[in-house]
């Protein structure tokens, strides 16, 4: 039995066999094998999904450079096609009875040695295109192409790092857990976490011998066992047994009003990314969706999602919700939620960077995409549209605007939507400093702590090493939002907090005594908060 210690991000113990995940590993390893049409099979599976993966890359660089740009992802179809290219892989791993990523390595280097040997400068440009494609074909066979193929048996993930797009790709069913080298307690991989309810370690270093050992994640203590012995499985098998039984108390509370003692009321909404967390919002009865991250559409996705494919997310969000009120937060893309069709550059500071109502702003085809999708899904339920990272009265009135003429567009071509709520986050210092003014526009503010307390306290949250830094109880922190709660009142707005602070217990006191009107947390979140508001 080995213990390794991190810090956890979410409370719970999984238990399961430890799945390695390596991004783009290409170090190739030679093993010989013993069946070499089972190889050959095995490589063709991976030549289509990386056909796959091309194909959606041509569709996304055509609309972003035009056709005659994205044709080289069309001459890496075709070489994946070329004859002489499958031959030689196939005749390797025959004849030499080895392993397909070998076998493409090898072919790989032959061919690009050969086309940087010709005269043609066209034909020695090809070299970099085969390397390139023999690489692609690699990764297919390593990681199965990406981290969504990854999990075939339910297993506890671990590995240096998950960004959030290869976080929602993963198949949720079969996840028990997670342990990572890097990340941060407050990172949207964290917050995913929390989300899926997964017990979650970061800061511990995954080594290659554990995939496939049994292990056991302790989210309390921190505690990451590999091959545990038979006491230390029983003694946690007994605790994950416990919280289970906790967590069948706390449906007791399902139905039960969100009322304090003396019957002062709040609205206890969740926080969601996708239609499975509305699933989880459902059975853990939220009373409505406080926080819709669209953004996490665009990162399951290899292109932009089209505004039909937006529209029917959002009207089974509202369809599901049954009534009850949606606030579907625009595009919040940037810093540390990166996707590559859009494209963005590297830059130096991504957290002060271009991202969220920033792209908006600037890249309106995008941002009027997802607004007609919005209003269309708006005659199927309550919904509010909600703007994140405002830092000035004149980006709320530019929003404002597309989304009327967002609106008198669809008026011309007879498509129906209904009235919205519109709101605005509250997440920089510069948006509590002129709430006054906001509130005179929007409907409502809800506060994104995460973010506030990131940019009140200079302290970078995707920083694992500022942790014990990032102190969401700074008075300054406190003062910040009891002073937006106060401005939004005075001017007619109501308030909320959908950050994470929201569902500290520690701090819901005060919270109802600045006067919140609405707390959303993740969907495991819900019931435990309803308990300790009731004993208010
Ligand atoms: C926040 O910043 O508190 C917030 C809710 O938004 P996100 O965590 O997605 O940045
Ligand atoms: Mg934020």
Redesign the pocket.
């Known amino acids: 039995m080995e213990q390794f210690t991190g810090r956890p991000i979410f409370q719970g113990i999984a238990i399961g066999p430890i799945r390695l995940y390596t991004k783009k590993e290409q170090q190739v390893k030679r093993y010989k094998i013993t069946d070499a049409e089972a190889e050959i099979a095995r490589f063709h599976r991976a030549r289509e999904t990386a056909a796959a993966e091309l194909a959606s890359l041509y569709e996304a660089a055509v609309r972003q450079v035009g056709e005659a740009n994205a044709m080289i992802f069309e001459v890496h179809q075709m070489m994946l096609e070329d004859e002489d290219y499958l031959d030689s892989v196939t005749h390797i791993i025959r004849t030499q009875e080895i392993n397909a990523e070998m076998a493409v390595a090898t072919t790989g280097d032959n061919f690009s040695a050969m086309f940087s040997a010709m005269e043609d400068e066209y034909m020695r440009a090809r070299a970099a295109d085969v390397k390139d494609i023999s690489e692609r074909l690699i990764a297919c066979l390593v990681n199965g192409g990406s981290a969504s193929e990854l999990l075939t048996e339910p297993a506890i993930l671990a590995a240096e790092d998950l960004a959030p797009s290869e976080t929602v790709q993963l198949d949720k069913s079969m996840l028990l857990g997670f342990v990572t080298r890097l990340g941060s307690a407050n990172s949207?991989t964290a917050?995913l976490a929390r989300t899926m309810n997964l017990p979650a370690l970061i800061g511990i270093r995954p080594d290659p011998a554990w995939n496939g050992r049994l292990a056991v994640v302790d989210g309390y203590s921190g505690t990451l066992t590999v091959d545990p012995d038979e006491e230390y499985l029983l003694q946690m098998q007994t605790r994950k047994a416990q919280d289970e039984e906790k967590r069948t108390l706390l449906q007791q509370l399902k139905g039960k009003e969100t009322v304090t003692r003396s019957g002062r009321r709040v609205k206890l909404y969740a926080n969601v990314g996708s239609l499975s967390d509305i699933r989880s919002a459902m059975e853990n009865d939220a009373e409505g969706i406080g926080?819709f991250?669209s953004e996490f559409l665009y990162l399951e996705k290899k292109d932009f999602p089209t505004e039909e494919e937006q529209f029917a997310i959002y009207r089974t969000a509202l369809e599901n919700m049954g009534g009850k009120k949606v606030i579907i937060r625009t595009l919040?893309i940037g810093a540390d939620k990166q996707i590559d069709y859009f494209g963005l550059e590297r830059e130096e500071n991504p957290a002060l960077g271009y991202r969220a109502i920033r792209i908006c702003l600037t890249r309106p085809d995008i941002f009027r995409t997802q607004l007609r999708a919005l209003l269309r899904a708006s005659v199927y339920g309550p919904l509010s549209i909600m703007f994140?990272m405002i830092i000035s009265l004149d980006e709320v009135l530019a929003v404002k605007e597309i989304l009327e003429e967002v609106k008198q567009e669809l008026t011309a071509q007879d498509i129906p939507y209904a009235p919205v709520e519109i709101g605005v986050?509250i997440?920089t210092p510069a948006a509590v400093m002129i709430s006054e003014q906001l509130a005179a526009e929007v409907d409502f503010f809800s506060i994104?702590?995460?973010?506030?307390t990131q940019y009140t306290l200079a302290l970078d949250r995707q920083n694992p090493k500022l942790d014990s830094f990032y102190d969401p109880h700074h008075p300054a922190v406190l003062r910040m939002i009891r002073e937006t709660i106060a401005n939004g009142h005075a001017h007619g707005c109501w308030v909320g907090i959908?950050?994470?602070l929201g569902a500290d217990e520690e701090l819901t006191e005060a919270f109802l005594e600045m006067g919140v009107d609405e707390l959303s947390v993740s969907p495991p979140m819900i019931l435990r908060l309803r308990k300790r508001i009731r004993e208010l």
């Open positions: 949207h917050i926080l991250r919040d994140p986050m997440e994104g702590t995460n973010d506030l959908c950050g994470e």
